[in-house]
């Protein structure tokens, strides 16, 4: 049973660059949440997708974005880096509507911008 | 909105010796509390979780947590930890909304042999 994975591991891009990352759920999982943890600080919500669709944003900016394909994958998006944007981008996957549901997490793509 | 404070950045403890990381959170209702655990360059795996009913919870690894009410706390402890217990460690929250999950900075812990 496949857990979630994602890609590429690492990635290095220069400021005002965009850059894709992508994330394959659990299998049986149907939404995926995007976090992002800086060095030495907890994960920080991003947004989740379910149906194709954004359900819930944290508090970032709308260079941040995403889509959900029909086999539930996922992909991160992020336009305009900047250097405060190098960090560790985790994906996990649950099953939508179930707060008790855990998150599985991905071991993420360390992001470094120069 | 909800918060998580762990008091704690970097714990040291002898191997063999208990083990306890505090968490506190904040939330108006009752909340669904989770420990996780971050081997480094790893993702984050679910050590154990409470959402209602026995306010002691066994997990994966020996570890256990106490849901505290009162003290707004859900302190994750191990009776006799492990040189691979080394890692980081995260408390987190979650409200009903089915919101994401709000995370605390981490307790980063050290085995001594």
């Known amino acids: 049973d496949a857990g979630v994975t994602q890609s590429p591991t690492h990635l290095i891009k220069t400021r005002g660059q965009q850059v894709t990352l992508r994330c394959s759920p659990k299998s049986g999982h149907d939404t995926v949440s995007w976090y992002q943890q800086a060095l030495g600080q907890g994960p920080q919500f991003i947004f989740q997708y379910y149906e194709e669709e954004e359900r819930q944003r944290g508090n970032f900016p709308d260079r941040f974005s995403g889509h959900q394909f029909p086999n539930y994958s996922s992909e991160l998006n992020v336009n305009a880096l900047l250097l405060g944007d190098s960090a560790l981008y985790l994906c996990?996957?649950?099953?939508?509507?179930?707060?008790?549901?855990?998150?599985?997490f991905g071991n993420g793509t360390r992001l470094t911008v120069t | 909105a909800q918060s998580v404070t762990q008091p704690d950045i970097h714990i040291t403890v002898s191997e063999g010796a208990s083990l306890e990381l505090r968490c506190n959170y904040s939330?108006?209702?009752?909340?669904?509390l989770f420990w996780y655990v971050q081997s480094p360059g790893q993702g984050l795996q679910l050590l154990l979780k409470?959402?209602?009913?026995?306010?002691l919870v066994q997990g994966i690894k020996g570890f256990e947590a106490e849901f505290k009410r009162s003290q707004s706390s859900f302190n994750l402890r191990k009776p006799s930890v492990h040189w691979s217990d080394a890692a980081e460690y995260f408390c987190a929250v979650v409200g009903g909304g089915a919101d994401g999950l709000t995370f605390g900075k981490g307790t980063h812990l050290i085995i001594q042999p």
């Open positions: 409470y959402f209602s009913g026995d306010t």
């Open positions: 996990a996957s649950s099953l939508f509507g179930q707060s008790n549901s855990p998150l599985h």
């Open positions: 939330y108006g209702a009752t909340p669904y």
